[in-house]
C-alpha cells in the first residue's frame, strides 16, 4: 500500500465516520433530557432530507434546508406531545418500544407522501465529481461540509447544554426528574423541547449527507443503528466524544476493507459495539467514576 | 288457506322467471375474468413492484375500455407482497383457492418466483413472472414462464463489449442481497468464455452509504473495468465513488440499473455507465421501422402522461407480462385456463417491450441475446452505446 492510498482510506474513513457522527449527536440530545433512545432518530434525518429535496424545486438550497429543518423540528414537537407527554410515568423501556413504534409509522407516511424512489439533494459546493486533492488521494467536498455542519453543531450543542439555563434544565431532568421539577423546572416542556431540538438536527444531518447517501423512504433505520452505535462508542449523552466515535469507526472499517473482504466490513460495527458494551458500558471516552455513580 | 298456498306458490315461480331470466342476461354479456398480481408494490423492491402495478392498471383500465378481450372484461386484483417470499406464498394461495383467478402476473423478484413455482405448477395455476433469474424457467415447469430477459445474456453482453474494448483483467463488485449473490455468481462462470479474467470480486452490504473503500481497493489492483451488480441506491454510489478517488476505468453495471433516476441521482458521475438493457429506455432514438418501436412509443407515452414519471423497464415487464396473458386469451377463445396456457406456449414472434417473444413448449422465456442493447448514459439520459 502507497503512501497515496493509505491516505484514500483515511480519507474514506472520515467520510463514513462523519455520516455516522452527524447521525449520532441526534440521540445524545434526547438521552440528555429523558434518559430514553429515541429509534425514530433516523426518521427525523429522512424526513429532513425529503422535505428539502422537495423545497428545493421551489426555494433555493439554504432556504430550503432552513425550512425543512424547521418542518423537521415542529414534527419531533409533535411526536412528544402526542405519543410520549401523555405516559406520565411509562418506564424508560415502555418509551423506547414507543419511539420504535413512531419510527414505522413516520416510515409508511412518507411511503405514502413521496414514493419509494431514490432522491437527493445537490451537491452544496461543486458537483458529484468535484474533489479537493491531498497528497494524491481525494475527498468530496461535501465531506468537508458534512465535517463542519457536524462540528458547528457540537459546539453549539455543547455550549447550550453547559452554559445557558434552559440546556442545564433539560439536563437536570434527565438526572432526576423530581429534583428539578421541585427547582421548578418544567420537566415535560423540556422533553418536549428536546424532540424538537434532535428532530431539527437530524434533519439538518439528514440534508447535509444526502448528496453522498442519498435519500429514500427506509434508510433510516440503518442510519440510525450506526449512529446509535457510534453514541454507545462514544459515551451516551457525550456528542463531542460520538464525533471522535464516529470518525474511529469510520477509520477502523475503512482500514478493514483494506485488509480483509469487504464482506466483513458490516461485522465490525457490531464486534466493536459488542465489545463496548462488556468491557466499557459507559463509552470509550467516558471517566468509569461517572458512570458508576449514574448507575448508583 | 289454499289460497295462501297458491299465492305462495305462485311467487316461487315467478321469482324463479325473474331470477332466471337476469341469469340469462348476465351470461349474454359474459362474466368479468379475474386476473391476479403480486408484486412488491412497497418494501425493498417498490422500484420493481411500484412501476409494475401501475402499470397492470393502466394496461388493463384500456383493455376494458375497448370492451374486453372476446367480450370479457378483466377484473384485476393487485396484490403487495412488499419483496417477501412468506407473503407471496400466501397471497399465492389465496388467489388460487379463493379467488379463482385465470392466471397470476408477478411476482417481482427472483425469490419470490421461486417460492411459488412448485405451488403454481401443483395447482395448474398459469404464472407469467417478471423476475429474471433463470431458475424460474428451467427445469420448465408446464404452466410457469417469465418474460423479462436472461441474467446470463446480461453478463454476455458486458463480456462482448469488453472484448471489442480489449478489457482482460476486472474487478466484479456485487451487493450482499440475491440479486447481487446471482450476479457475481453468473459473471465469474462466464467471464472465461470470454477470455476475461476477474482480478477480484467482492460483496458490500447493499445498504451501504457510501463506497469508497471498496473503491480504492479496487484502484490498487490495477484492473481495466469494474462490473457493478447491484440495485438503488448503491449503483449511483458506486459511479460517484469511482469519479471521487480518480478510478478511471470504464464501470459497467447490470440491467437493473434501467431507471433514468439512477443515471439522474449519479449526477455528472454516472455519464459513461454502460449497460445492457432493453430498448424501451431508448425508444425514441431507435429507427422508425424498428419492429418493438411504435409499440415501446406507445407504453412509455401513456405512462408517462398517466403517471406523471418516468418510464421504466420492469413495469415494461409487467407489460409483457399482461400482454403474452392477453394475446393467449385472444387465441385460445374460451376462457379456460388450459387451453390459454397452451396458447401461450405456441406465441410467436409476439412483439413486447423486452424484445420479440417466442415462446415453446422447451422455452417458457422466449427471448434471446437479441433483446438486449448495450445502453450508456450521456448528459443524464439514456443512450446507444454503439454510437
Known amino acids: ?296 | 288457506m289454499r289460497m295462501r298456498v297458491v299465492g305462495f306458490v305462485g311467487i316461487f315461480i315467478i321469482a324463479l322467471a325473474v331470477g332466471f331470466a337476469s341469469y340469462g342476461a348476465e351470461s349474454g354479456e359474459r362474466g368479468p375474468i379475474k386476473v391476479g398480481a403480486i408484486f412488491a408494490v412497497s418494501g425493498p423492491a417498490s422500484w420493481l413492484g411500484a412501476p409494475e402495478a401501475k402499470t397492470v392498471e393502466m394496461f388493463v383500465d384500456r383493455i376494458n375500455a375497448a370492451g374486453g378481450i372476446n367480450g370479457h372484461q378483466i377484473k384485476l386484483i393487485v396484490k403487495d407482497s412488499q419483496a417477501k417470499p412468506e407473503n407471496t406464498l400466501s397471497l399465492a394461495k389465496q388467489l388460487i383457492e379463493e379467488e379463482n383467478v385465470l392466471a397470476i402476473i408477478g411476482p417481482s423478484t427472483s425469490g419470490e418466483t421461486m417460492a411459488i413455482k412448485d405451488v403454481c405448477q401443483e395447482a395448474k395455476m398459469i404464472l407469467i413472472s417478471c423476475a429474471a433469474a433463470e431458475d424460474i424457467v428451467n427445469p420448465v415447469a408446464s404452466y410457469v414462464f417469465k418474460v423479462p430477459q436472461k441474467d446470463s445474456d446480461a453478463a454476455r453482453w458486458i463480456f462482448k463489449t469488453m472484448k471489442e474494448k480489449g478489457i482482460s483483467k476486472i474487478a466484479v463488485i456485487v451487493s450482499n442481497d440475491g440479486f447481487g449473490i446471482a450476479g457475481a455468481k453468473q459473471l465469474e462462470t462466464i467471464a472465461p468464455e470470454y477470455g476475461i479474467t476477474v482480478a477480484i470480486s467482492e460483496v458490500y452490504d447493499k445498504q451501504a452509504t457510501d463506497l469508497t473503500d471498496v473503491v480504492t481497493k479496487l484502484k490498487g489492483q490495477g484492473i481495466q473495468a469494474v462490473v457493478n451488480w447491484s440495485i438503488v441506491p448503491a449503483q449511483s454510489l458506486v459511479a460517484k465513488n469511482m469519479k471521487q478517488v480518480g478510478l478511471d476505468v470504464p464501470l459497467f453495471q447490470s440491467h437493473g440499473f434501467g431507471n433514468i433516476s439512477y443515471a439522474r441521482a449519479g449526477g455528472e458521475a454516472a455519464n459513461g455507465t454502460l449497460f445492457p438493457c432493453g430498448r424501451l429506455l431508448v425508444a425514441n432514438v431507435l429507427p422508425a421501422d424498428h419492429p418493438q418501436k411504435a409499440l415501446l412509443m406507445e407504453y412509455k407515452k401513456d405512462y408517462e402522461s398517466r403517471y406523471n414519471e418516468d418510464v421504466s423497464t420492469f413495469g415494461g415487464h409487467a407489460y409483457d407480462a399482461l400482454l403474452v396473458l392477453t394475446e393467449a386469451m385472444k387465441k385460445a377463445g374460451d376462457m379456460d385456463r388450459d387451453k390459454v396456457r397452451d396458447a401461450i406456449e405456441n406465441e410467436k414472434g409476439l412483439v413486447g417491450t423486452a424484445g420479440i417473444f417466442n415462446f415453446s413448449p422447451q422455452d417458457h422465456n422466449g427471448l434471446t441475446m437479441d433483446a438486449f442493447e448495450m445502453l450508456t448514459v450521456k448528459n443524464g439520459e439514456f443512450a446507444l452505446a454503439k454510437e
Not at chain 1, 59 to 73: E, R
Not at chain 1, 135 to 159: K, N, R
Not at chain 1, 233 to 251: D, T
Open chain 1, 1 to 296: 500500500m502507497d503512501l497515496a492510498q493509505i491516505v484514500q482510506y483515511c480519507f474514506s474513513g472520515i467520510t463514513v465516520g462523519s455520516i455516522y457522527a452527524i447521525v449520532a449527536i441526534g440521540f445524545n440530545i434526547i438521552f440528555n433530557t429523558t434518559g430514553i433512545i429515541n429509534f425514530a432518530q433516523g426518521e427525523f434525518l429522512i424526513v429532513g432530507a425529503m422535505t428539502s429535496i422537495s423545497l428545493c424545486k421551489v426555494l433555493p438550497l439554504p432556504l430550503a434546508i432552513l425550512v425543512a429543518v424547521l418542518i423537521t423540528t415542529l414534527l419531533g414537537g409533535l411526536v412528544e406531545l402526542v405519543f410520549i407527554r401523555r405516559l406520565r410515568d411509562a418506564s424508560v423501556l415502555r418509551l423506547i418500544v414507543i419511539t420504535i413504534g413512531v419510527s414505522i409509522l413516520i416510515r409508511e407516511a412518507m411511503l405514502h407522501i413521496w414514493d419509494e424512489k431514490v432522491r437527493s439533494l445537490p451537491y452544496f459546493t461543486g458537483t458529484s465529481i468535484s474533489t479537493v486533492t491531498l497528497l494524491g488521494a481525494h475527498i468530496s467536498l461535501q465531506v468537508l461540509w458534512v465535517l463542519g455542519v457536524s462540528a458547528v453543531v457540537v459546539m453549539a450543542l455543547t455550549l447550550f447544554f453547559r452554559f445557558t439555563l434552559m440546556g442545564r434544565a433539560m439536563r437536570s431532568c434527565a438526572d432526576d426528574r423530581m429534583a428539578a421539577r421541585l427547582c421548578g423546572v418544567n420537566d415535560r416542556w423540556m422533553v418536549t423541547l428536546s424532540f424538537m431540538l434532535s428532530a431539527g438536527t437530524g434533519a439538518l444531518a439528514g440534508c447535509v449527507i444526502s448528496p453522498i447517501t442519498q435519500t429514500q423512504y427506509d434508510m433510516g433505520a440503518p442510519l440510525a443503528i450506526k449512529g446509535f452505535t457510534v453514541a454507545i462508542l462514544g459515551g451516551l449523552g457525550n456528542s463531542m466524544a460520538a464525533v471522535a466515535a464516529g470518525l474511529l469507526l469510520g477509520l477502523l472499517e475503512a482500514f478493514m476493507v483494506s485488509q480483509l473482504q469487504v464482506a466483513y466490513k458490516e461485522a465490525v460495527a457490531i464486534v466493536v459495539l459488542l465489545l463496548v458494551l462488556v468491557f466499557r458500558p459507559s463509552g470509550l471516552f467516558a471517566r468509569s467514576e461517572v458512570s458508576a455513580l449514574r448507575a448508583s
